[in-house]
């Protein structure tokens, strides 16, 4: 079974040699990117899990990830976690509007961020096989999609270039597969679940 690769942005040296000692004892494997311009690059290589800091030497690290989720750089179900000095309650709210999942603050507390790490990849592993349980086909997904980015099923049917009838049958066929009552319910699901980029 292969390592669990983490991605560590973090431009200080010897924070980062210590997070990659600790992390690779636990059997994770780790790179480390010292600037967020490193970063987003170091995010093509899909890692299962993120950690960042906040001062990064180019650029904020609630800067790269405001990037990195609208730009849709990064599954939102790849856990991001931002590890930083700074513990203002105001840092710690825009990091979590902008859709970090957890946020530790130095210095370092290993056995804490060791446990979240543990539980974050737990999750994402339960939420992958979940999502390939459902066996939705790839037109039932993209109707999802477009629903969950708020279109009608006339809208979906002239983007998928289908009848409408032929879109509300897919998210008919969705909703039951997934065990939901309405197609709302569906395209947070499988958003939740990594099926669809919403």
Same mark, same amino acid.
């Given at each position: 079974?292969?390592?669990?690769?983490?991605? +560590?942005?973090?431009?200080?040296?010897?924070?980062?040699?210590?997070?990659?000692?600790?992390?690779?004892?636990?059997? =994770?494997?780790?790179? *480390?990117?010292?600037?967020?311009?490193?970063?987003?690059?170091?995010?093509?290589?899909?890692?299962?899990?993120?950690?960042?800091?906040?001062? =990064?030497?180019?650029?904020?690290?609630?800067?790269?990830?405001?990037?990195?989720?609208?730009?849709?750089?990064?599954?939102?179900?790849?856990?991001?976690?931002? *590890?930083?000095?700074?513990?203002?309650?105001?840092?710690?709210?825009?990091?979590?509007?902008?859709? +970090?999942?957890?946020?530790?603050?130095?210095?370092?507390?290993?056995? =804490? =961020?060791?446990?979240?790490?543990?539980?974050?990849?737990?999750?994402?592993?339960?939420?992958?096989?979940?999502?390939?349980?459902?066996?939705?086909?790839?037109?039932?997904?993209?109707?999802?999609?477009?629903?969950?980015?708020?279109?009608?099923?006339?809208?979906?049917?002239?983007?998928?270039?289908?009848?409408?009838?032929?879109?509300?049958?897919?998210?008919?066929?969705?909703?039951?597969?997934?065990?939901?009552?309405?197609?709302?319910?569906?395209?947070?699901?499988?958003?939740?679940?990594?099926?669809?980029?919403?």
């Amino acid at each position: 079974m292969p390592k669990p690769r983490i991605l +560590c942005i973090e431009d200080n040296r010897d924070t980062a040699d210590l997070i990659v000692e600790v992390l690779e004892d636990e059997g =994770l494997a780790v790179t *480390v990117a010292a600037t967020a311009a490193d970063g987003l690059d170091a995010l093509s290589s899909n890692p299962d899990l993120v950690l960042c800091d906040l001062d =990064l030497p180019d650029a904020s690290g609630l800067d790269l990830l405001a990037k990195i989720r609208t730009g849709k750089i990064l599954p939102v179900t790849v856990p991001f976690i931002f *590890v930083t000095a700074y513990s203002q309650r105001g840092h710690q709210m825009q990091a979590r509007q902008l859709g +970090c999942d957890d946020y530790v603050t130095k210095p370092i507390d290993f056995e =804490l =961020l060791l446990a979240i790490i543990r539980h974050r990849l737990l999750g994402q592993t339960e939420r992958a096989s979940q999502g390939a349980n459902y066996r939705l086909t790839e037109r039932e997904l993209q109707a999802l999609t477009w629903a969950a980015r708020g279109k009608s099923s006339a809208d979906i049917a002239v983007i998928l270039r289908i009848a409408e009838r032929t879109v509300n049958f897919h998210m008919d066929n969705a909703m039951r597969k997934l065990g939901v009552a309405t197609r709302v319910q569906a395209a947070v699901k499988c958003a939740m679940l990594g099926l669809i980029s919403p």
